[in-house]
């Protein structure tokens, strides 16, 4: 027998799931409350021992472990472009796609005022681009002049200008910054190349960004590189769609992750138009793309969202979910409030289930409306032309609720209704008609942290305990 345990350091809860991966089976799954205020193994040994009592794993046939982390915040950055639709899109890809969370984004020169508003956010790295290869050096050298002079003490990935890099480096380790350098993000206007970069963010997490928050003990305990949890997730919806040589994948697919603090969205589709006719404008979209919507997390951001939308459509979907009570008014506002101020609040009874499942489609809707392409009319001397903007998932295969509230919530599959295309709003290129599934067992990050090892077992694990739902 093949026990191998895949831990997930959340920002709330260890959470460990136990799997054989000769018999390609679930053993069982255990959490326990994060420590990582005072020692992170702690909750680490409560969940594995929970695990023991509740699963009887024998722990001498625990062969390996893996384990990623969202804990502390996760891996925060902030993105420094040129202009922002262009590098700082670019940069922020980059981020997005290596497992981090951008809490902020600038471009242009910056001044004292935005580098005390970085100093603030205290992130983990400072991404710094700028400018096409042979481009605009100008705006990149004074960034790092101003990065340089500030109190910011976190790595500096320079992902800028080729032609300004070295002096870049050179300006910023004069003032004892740590510094890492990659290729351009955007190397010209019609290239995006973060793979480079990716790599290194990668990196400087295993580096640096584990021992600065805690991690480090619980890395020793591993016995293995701890691993960002969006990283483990984007390389679980890869695996998932593309499949092995041996084991094929679901095919194209969209990933709806919903926390407490964001809602994240993964897809995995070929880049199309939505006809032949149709003139893609933007820069060039990502095959495997991840975007993360720190205003849309169904405890920190329960007000957000309920601002955002507004509580006439809120009590729409509500009642929408409560048919035996339709016309009885629920007092929303309040139980926003309550979740806001105890992020650990868990439902009590069906109204407040419901609740949280109206507040994740909002979530919902706004998050793959944000992360899916759009369609638009425009006009020129040769007259009407439909432009496609972002990208195109409106033949997306199959679509996938994962997290918390999928796993804890009451007929969670709802939720995945508010991802698919609507006639209400005909240009948003989001799924029409995708195979549904709910992950049950909480388990896609670890198949994600199997997938570089294990990736025919991961992915036949995956299929099958993924439940098919209708919509």
Not at 387 to 397: C, D, T
Not at 421 to 450: C, E, H, R, T, V
Request: aromatic share 6%; proline share 4%; glycine share 8%.
């Amino acid at each position: 027998m093949g026990i191998y345990l895949l831990v997930d350091f959340g920002s709330t809860y260890t959470k460990i799931i136990a799997v054989d991966i000769e018999k390609e089976i679930i053993l069982g799954r255990a959490q326990s409350p994060t420590t990582i205020n005072t020692d992170i193994t702690i909750g680490l040994d409560n969940a594995l021992a929970a695990l023991v009592k509740n699963c009887g794993i024998d722990t001498d046939k625990i062969q390996g472990k893996y384990a990623s982390s969202s804990a502390a915040g996760g891996l925060k950055m902030t993105a420094i472009g040129l202009v922002p639709e262009l590098t700082l899109e670019a940069a922020r890809r980059a981020a997005l796609g290596a497992g981090a969370k951008v809490v902020s984004g600038y471009g242009f020169e910056i001044d004292e005022d935005i580098i005390k508003e970085i100093e603030a956010e205290k992130c983990d790295i400072v991404l710094l681009c700028g400018g096409t290869d042979g481009g605009d050096k100008k705006v990149i050298i004074h960034n790092a002049k101003m990065l340089a002079d500030s109190k910011i003490d976190c790595p500096i990935l320079v992902a800028g200008n080729r032609a300004a890099t070295n002096k870049i480096k050179t300006i910023l380790e004069e003032k004892n910054k740590t510094v890492y350098t990659a290729k351009n993000v955007l190397p010209s206007l019609d290239v995006i190349d973060i793979e480079p970069a990716q790599a290194l963010i990668r990196e400087i997490f295993i580096d640096h960004i584990v021992k600065a928050k805690g991690l480090a003990k619980a890395q020793a305990s591993i016995g293995r590189n701890i691993v960002p949890t969006p990283m483990a997730s984007l390389q679980a919806a890869a695996l998932l769609a593309d499949g092995t040589e041996d084991e094929p994948g679901i095919g194209s697919l969209v990933i709806v992750e919903i926390g407490g603090a964001t809602t994240n969205i993964h897809s995995v589709a070929d880049i199309t138009s939505v006809t032949p006719q149709t003139l893609i404008k933007g820069l060039p979209e990502l095959r495997v793309k991840r975007t993360v919507e720190g205003d849309l997390g169904i405890r920190y951001n329960a007000q957000t969202i309920y601002d955002m939308v507004g509580e006439d459509k809120i009590e729409a979907i509500l009642q929408s979910l409560l048919i035996s009570q339709a016309g009885e008014k629920t007092d929303i506002k309040r139980y926003v409030n309550k979740i806001a101020e105890n992020v650990d609040y868990v439902p009590s009874c069906d109204i407040e289930f419901n609740l949280d499942i109206s507040l994740a489609k909002a979530a919902t809707e706004i998050a793959v409306e944000r992360h899916a392409g759009v369609l638009k009319k425009e006009y020129s001397i040769q007259g009407e032309t439909m432009v496609q903007y972002g990208k195109n998932l409106l033949n997306v295969e199959n679509i996938i609720g994962t997290g918390g509230v999928f796993k804890y919530g009451l007929r969670p599959e709802r939720i995945l209704q508010s991802g698919l295309f609507s006639q209400d709003k005909p240009w948003n290129l989001k799924p029409q008609k995708p195979q549904a599934y709910i992950d049950n067992d909480y388990m896609l990050y670890g198949i994600g942290l199997l997938a570089n090892d294990f990736p025919a077992q991961a992915l036949r694990i995956a299929k099958k305990y993924l439940r098919p739902t209708t919509l």
